[in-house]
């Protein structure tokens, strides 16, 4: 289920405060990260909400940070990251980014919660190619016994270990 979607002028108050406070302690971050705070101020994405409604099912727990895991990844891209792991350890020891993506430090998304927000995107045309696990079978299957595949291999070899040791002595 689609969860709570907040809205661009939302996100953009949001964003105005956490990069303001950041300036105040580091105005020098600002000026690394110029084309990507413009870049995420003007970037809209309540037109895609229509679009998400679908990959979602209607039970369940709602999903949240929806559009911040979408612009995690578009900034993932715009820093050239290719490891999701290593984009999510950088964007946590950057305040800034946090803030461009619309989270706090303490509530920014973690890498599996990435892998499977790109899962859902990329299967979305393909909802039938995940594997679904096999259960086990609910019989006891276990306690019972197999019947031996050679049933008289072993009175044949306790009869020719006797015979060897009668033969042992006349050489």
């Not at 609910?138 to 072993?154: D, R």
Request: overall charge positive; some cysteine; hydrophobic content about 35%.
């Amino acid at each position: 289920m689609l969860g709570v979607w907040r809205g661009h002028a939302e996100f953009q108050r949001f964003m105005v405060e956490a990069v303001n406070r950041e300036f105040k302690h580091n105005p020098r971050s600002i000026e690394t990260h110029e084309a990507a705070v413009l870049k995420m101020y003007y970037l809209n994405l309540d037109n895609i909400r229509d679009d998400f409604q679908p990959l979602f099912s209607v039970t369940g727990k709602p999903s949240n940070q929806q559009p911040e895991l979408f612009r995690s990844l578009l900034l993932m891209s715009h820093y050239k990251y290719q490891g999701i792991d290593e984009w999510v350890d950088h964007a946590l020891s950057t305040p800034i980014l946090c803030a461009l993506i619309g989270v706090t430090p303490d509530n920014f998304p973690g890498a599996s919660t990435h892998r499977d927000f790109l899962a859902r995107l990329w299967m979305a045309d393909k909802p039938n190619r995940l594997k679904r696990l096999k259960l086990k079978p609910k019989g006891k299957y276990g306690k019972q016994k197999l019947p031996p595949k050679h049933p008289g291999i072993i009175a044949y070899t306790n009869l020719t270990i006797k015979h060897c040791n009668k033969n042992q002595g006349k050489i």
